[in-house]
Nanobody, 120 residues
Framework: VQLQASGGGLVQAGGSLRLSCAAS????????MGWFRQAPGKERDLVAA????????HVADFVKGRFTISRDNAKKTVYLQMNSLKSEDTALYYC??????????????WGQGTLVTVSS
Protein backbone atom coordinates (compact mmCIF):
# COMPACT_ATOMS: atom_id res chain seq x y z
CA VAL A 1 0.00 0.00 0.00
CA GLN A 2 1.30 3.42 -0.94
CA LEU A 3 -0.20 6.84 -0.34
CA GLN A 4 1.98 9.51 -1.91
CA ALA A 5 1.05 13.02 -0.82
CA SER A 6 2.29 16.02 -2.75
CA GLY A 7 1.56 19.68 -3.32
CA GLY A 8 2.77 21.13 -0.06
CA GLY A 9 5.08 24.11 0.13
CA LEU A 10 5.53 27.65 1.35
CA VAL A 11 2.67 30.07 0.72
CA GLN A 12 1.72 33.47 2.03
CA ALA A 13 -1.29 33.92 4.24
CA GLY A 14 -4.40 34.27 2.13
CA GLY A 15 -2.99 32.07 -0.60
CA SER A 16 -4.05 28.67 -1.88
CA LEU A 17 -2.57 25.22 -2.32
CA ARG A 18 -3.96 21.97 -3.64
CA LEU A 19 -2.68 18.78 -2.09
CA SER A 20 -2.84 15.49 -3.95
CA CYS A 21 -2.56 11.97 -2.66
CA ALA A 22 -1.90 9.23 -5.19
CA ALA A 23 -2.88 5.75 -4.02
CA SER A 24 -1.69 2.31 -5.03
CA UNK A 25 -1.64 -1.20 -3.69
CA UNK A 26 -5.25 -1.35 -2.53
CA UNK A 27 -8.74 -0.93 -3.98
CA UNK A 28 -8.95 2.84 -3.95
CA UNK A 29 -12.41 3.00 -5.53
CA UNK A 30 -14.06 1.43 -2.47
CA UNK A 31 -11.95 3.08 0.21
CA UNK A 32 -12.85 6.04 2.35
CA MET A 33 -10.12 8.66 2.36
CA GLY A 34 -9.05 11.29 4.83
CA TRP A 35 -6.65 14.19 5.16
CA PHE A 36 -5.06 14.77 8.54
CA ARG A 37 -2.58 17.33 9.77
CA GLN A 38 -0.14 17.62 12.62
CA ALA A 39 1.58 20.80 13.69
CA PRO A 40 4.74 20.73 15.83
CA GLY A 41 3.90 19.93 19.43
CA LYS A 42 0.25 19.27 18.66
CA GLU A 43 -1.91 16.23 18.14
CA ARG A 44 -2.87 14.97 14.73
CA ASP A 45 -6.27 16.23 13.63
CA LEU A 46 -8.67 15.09 10.95
CA VAL A 47 -9.02 17.90 8.41
CA ALA A 48 -11.40 16.38 5.89
CA ALA A 49 -12.71 13.01 4.76
CA UNK A 50 -14.60 11.62 1.80
CA UNK A 51 -16.39 8.34 1.29
CA UNK A 52 -15.64 5.87 -1.49
CA UNK A 53 -17.78 7.46 -4.19
CA UNK A 54 -17.53 11.08 -3.12
CA UNK A 55 -21.14 11.16 -2.05
CA UNK A 56 -20.37 12.02 1.55
CA UNK A 57 -17.76 14.38 2.89
CA HIS A 58 -16.73 15.77 6.23
CA VAL A 59 -14.74 18.95 6.77
CA ALA A 60 -13.48 19.99 10.19
CA ASP A 61 -14.97 23.14 11.65
CA PHE A 62 -11.59 24.84 11.82
CA VAL A 63 -11.22 24.76 8.00
CA LYS A 64 -14.85 24.75 6.93
CA GLY A 65 -15.53 27.20 4.14
CA ARG A 66 -11.84 27.29 3.18
CA PHE A 67 -10.87 23.68 2.44
CA THR A 68 -12.55 21.21 0.09
CA ILE A 69 -11.90 17.49 -0.32
CA SER A 70 -12.52 15.64 -3.58
CA ARG A 71 -11.43 12.45 -5.31
CA ASP A 72 -10.93 11.00 -8.76
CA ASN A 73 -11.33 7.23 -8.63
CA ALA A 74 -10.11 6.83 -12.21
CA LYS A 75 -6.83 8.49 -11.20
CA LYS A 76 -6.76 6.87 -7.74
CA THR A 77 -6.17 10.28 -6.25
CA VAL A 78 -7.71 12.32 -3.47
CA TYR A 79 -7.32 16.09 -3.30
CA LEU A 80 -7.44 18.78 -0.67
CA GLN A 81 -8.05 22.27 -2.00
CA MET A 82 -6.94 24.80 0.57
CA ASN A 83 -7.92 28.43 0.16
CA SER A 84 -7.53 31.51 2.36
CA LEU A 85 -4.65 29.87 4.16
CA LYS A 86 -3.72 31.08 7.61
CA SER A 87 -0.52 30.74 9.60
CA GLU A 88 -2.28 28.27 11.88
CA ASP A 89 -2.72 25.93 8.91
CA THR A 90 1.03 25.29 8.97
CA ALA A 91 1.47 21.55 9.52
CA LEU A 92 2.47 18.25 8.04
CA TYR A 93 -0.51 16.98 6.05
CA TYR A 94 -1.14 13.27 5.70
CA CYS A 95 -3.60 11.28 3.66
CA UNK A 96 -5.05 8.06 4.97
CA UNK A 97 -7.36 5.29 3.80
CA UNK A 98 -9.80 2.81 5.26
CA UNK A 99 -12.51 0.46 4.14
CA UNK A 100 -16.00 1.15 5.39
CA UNK A 101 -17.02 2.46 8.78
CA UNK A 102 -17.24 6.02 9.90
CA UNK A 103 -15.28 8.72 8.10
CA UNK A 104 -13.92 10.22 11.27
CA UNK A 105 -11.73 7.49 12.72
CA UNK A 106 -9.85 4.18 12.51
CA UNK A 107 -7.87 4.81 9.34
CA UNK A 108 -5.75 1.83 8.39
CA UNK A 109 -3.30 3.03 5.75
CA TRP A 110 -1.19 6.18 6.04
CA GLY A 111 0.99 8.20 3.72
CA GLN A 112 4.23 9.98 4.52
CA GLY A 113 2.92 13.53 4.60
CA THR A 114 3.58 16.77 2.79
CA LEU A 115 4.61 19.94 4.60
CA VAL A 116 2.52 23.09 4.31
CA THR A 117 4.03 26.31 5.64
CA VAL A 118 1.98 29.49 5.67
CA SER A 119 3.86 32.71 6.24
CA SER A 120 2.08 35.68 7.78
Amino acid sequence: VQLQASGGGLVQAGGSLRLSCAASGFTFSVANMGWFRQAPGKERDLVAAINWNGGSTHVADFVKGRFTISRDNAKKTVYLQMNSLKSEDTALYYCAAKYGGLLLSDYRYWGQGTLVTVSS
